[in-house]
């Protein structure tokens, strides 16, 4: 069974930036594929992003050039750094781990998932 829990999450104007983490227990993060996810109020839950190995992925347009997903596998942690942020930005984030070195926009495609962490993006 695996535990992933999210973190740094907040509230932050439209233009800033935040940095979310993702600690990952009972796994070994080579072996996994490390999408972020969002569900905003009243949507489906969308891929963000997603690293395989040292390759970073985004999925949406919306995010592109915005956001850079990374991992430091010594400290079994997967990281979201988001710039310019926008109010349509404001969501749960969360982090998922699909066994295999394959990224998709999918949530069904990821066996284990976070909590979440609350982004909110506003002022």
């Known amino acids: 069974q695996l535990q992933l829990v999210e973190s740094g999450g907040g509230l932050v104007q439209p233009g800033g930036s935040l940095r979310l983490s993702c600690a990952v227990e009972?796994?070994?993060?080579?072996?996994?594929?490390i999408a972020w996810f969002r569900q905003a109020p009243g949507k489906e839950r969308e891929g963000v992003s997603c690293i395989m190995g040292s390759v970073g992925t985004n999925f949406p347009d919306s995010v592109k050039g915005r956001f850079t997903i990374s991992r430091d596998n010594a400290k079994n942690m997967v990281y979201l750094q988001m710039n310019s942020l926008k109010s349509e930005d404001t969501a749960v984030y969360y982090c998922a781990a699909r066994y295999g070195l394959g990224c998709v926009p999918r949530r069904k495609e990821y066996d284990s998932w976070g909590q979440g962490t609350q982004v909110t993006v506003s002022s």
């Open positions: 009972g796994l070994i993060l080579d072996h996994y594929s």
